[in-house]
């Protein structure tokens, strides 16, 4: 596996969650590649206080919507977030913890290692 599908320590990506399936792909995995606007690189295992936030900047992602497969997120859920809600969120002091297992290398382009570290969630399995 090449460089693009390594995670922040250098390891082998592993998948964030596969209930409820996310990533950009679908695949459970948080890997990008071009066609990823959103660059959903970072997995989080979200918080009630992190749902809130994303729900009133404009991010409902605790309202479930069928006609796009997705089941809405709860306290606990892992999900592949995009790099660029997460440093907004971590900025307001609503950041959720960080699977930095299953986060992509590419993470390291929005925000340090060490911050990472910082929000990093305990191991379990996705």
């Known amino acids: 596996m090449g460089n693009s599908q390594r995670n922040v320590l250098g390891g082998e990506l592993v998948s964030c969650s596969m209930d409820p399936v996310t990533g950009f792909y679908r695949d459970g995995c948080c890997r990008t590649g071009p066609e990823d606007q959103g660059v959903h690189t970072?997995?989080?295992?979200?918080?009630?206080?992190?749902?809130?936030?994303?729900?009133?900047v404009g991010n409902d992602l605790s309202t479930p919507h069928p006609e796009w497969m997705f089941p809405g997120l709860h306290e606990g859920d892992q999900w592949c977030l995009c790099a660029m809600r997460w440093v907004e969120a971590l900025e307001a002091g609503a950041a959720p913890e960080v699977v930095l297992e299953a986060t992509h290398i590419s993470m390291l382009e929005f925000v340090s290692l060490?911050?990472?570290?910082?929000?990093?969630?305990?191991?379990r399995e996705p």
């Open 42 to 56: 970072i997995c989080i295992r979200a918080t009630e206080e992190f749902l809130a936030f994303s729900k009133a």
């Open 114 to 123: 060490a911050v990472l570290k910082e929000h990093a969630a305990e191991s």
